[in-house]
């Protein structure tokens, strides 16, 4: 391959990581990559950006809530200084925004591979339940509140504990009413409305990484089970399946929705009944998709080819047994990097 330069969005590598640094990680992992790997955060403390033996050159962006003019003059901007040819966004609150400016970023010569602006609507947590039953997928039953009272409401058909989760991240279990309006409340200042509330469904957490091709089919998949959950639910730990029931729902879904470029399916297995509910979409790649790097399904890199135009044959399945655990670590600085993000919005490391 030529020397492609490629971007991704999502640095924070919290107990609430963005998937933005796997991402790249994964890319490197791929070894094929010639160029630069380019960060682009929205906040100087976003912890991933200062990691100098992953990134080449960092970039702040303006925050999404500050418009998509604002967002395509400052990518204007960072191409003529710095050519991107790929660009992966990592974000649920971002990919409206870079679904629209596709056409005009595609013009300036930077290539994305993302869903339709249809699609994205489809797989929203406010809708997923429709969808599920248009197309006879197993869902916990939903609601859409956006009212506290319907919450109060929700759980008297619902029974405690219940699920309240926000349209874009966060998601609490609720014992009571008055923790659950706790909940609807927080989530509603950081993320507003609707909120969802969602009966509990007790069994095992199992996700799914995909990549779709926009016309049906599945470019590749890797499962995982969750080992480990954060208290925010994130999966900490996990190992990689074979499980033919769950390959066969995930390209069922992928396929019902025509999905194009990269997504996570969040399941639950009852344990009583051992069937599957899907429980979000989430339309970009998780935290843990460096997991497929290493089971040998390396999904951001397939993403990147096809972003690029080229063909990617289906993947065969990753190997089984493949586990992750995810770890903090220091990143030492001098306080000139943080001044120069600050200062100038840029980072350039070599």
């Not at 080819?305 to 001098?334: N, W, Y």
Request: hydrophobic letters at 40%; aromatic letters at 8%; proline letters at 6%.
């Amino acid at each position: 391959m030529k020397k492609v330069n490629i971007a991704a969005t999502g640095l924070n590598a919290t107990d609430n990581p963005a998937p933005g640094i796997p991402v790249i990680r994964s890319i490197r992992h791929a070894g094929k990559h010639h160029g630069k790997l380019i960060g682009l955060g929205y906040d100087a403390f976003d912890t991933g950006i200062y990691d100098a033996e992953l990134l080449d050159e960092v970039y702040l962006l303006p925050y999404p809530g500050e418009g998509n003019p604002a967002l395509l003059t400052r990518l204007t901007e960072i191409h003529k200084r710095t050519h991107i040819d790929v660009l992966i966004p990592t974000l649920d609150s971002e990919l409206s925004s870079f679904t629209r400016l596709a056409p005009e970023l595609t013009a300036l010569g930077i290539h994305l591979f993302l869903p339709t602006e249809e699609q994205l609507r489809m797989r929203s947590k406010s809708v997923l339940a429709e969808f599920c039953k248009k197309h006879g997928f197993e869902v916990p039953r939903t609601v859409v509140a956006t009212d506290p009272r319907q919450v109060a409401q929700a759980a008297k058909s619902l029974g405690f504990p219940i699920i309240v989760k926000g349209v874009f991240y966060e998601a609490y279990t609720a014992a009571s009413a008055e923790e659950a309006s706790i909940h609807f409340h927080k989530i509603r200042s950081r993320w507003g409305l609707p909120i969802i509330v969602q009966e509990y469904v007790q069994g095992e957490e199992y996700d799914v990484a995909c990549l779709g091709d926009g016309l049906g089919g599945m470019v590749g998949a890797v499962p995982m089970r969750k080992l480990r959950l954060t208290e925010k639910g994130k999966a900490w730990a996990g190992v990689t399946i074979r499980d033919a029931v769950l390959a066969k729902l995930s390209a069922k879904i992928i396929d019902a929705l025509k999905w194009r470029g990269p997504c996570e399916l969040e399941f639950l297995k009852d344990h009583r009944s051992g069937k599957y509910s899907l429980v979000e979409i989430n339309p970009r790649f998780p935290s843990w998709i460096y997991l497929s790097a290493g089971a040998g399904v390396n999904l951001p890199w397939a993403t990147v080819r096809l972003a690029l135009g080229e063909k990617v044959q289906p993947m065969h399945p990753p190997q089984a047994g493949i586990s992750f655990v995810r770890h903090a670590t220091d990143l030492v600085c001098p306080l000139s990097y943080l001044e120069s993000l600050t200062t100038k919005g840029e980072l350039i490391f070599r």
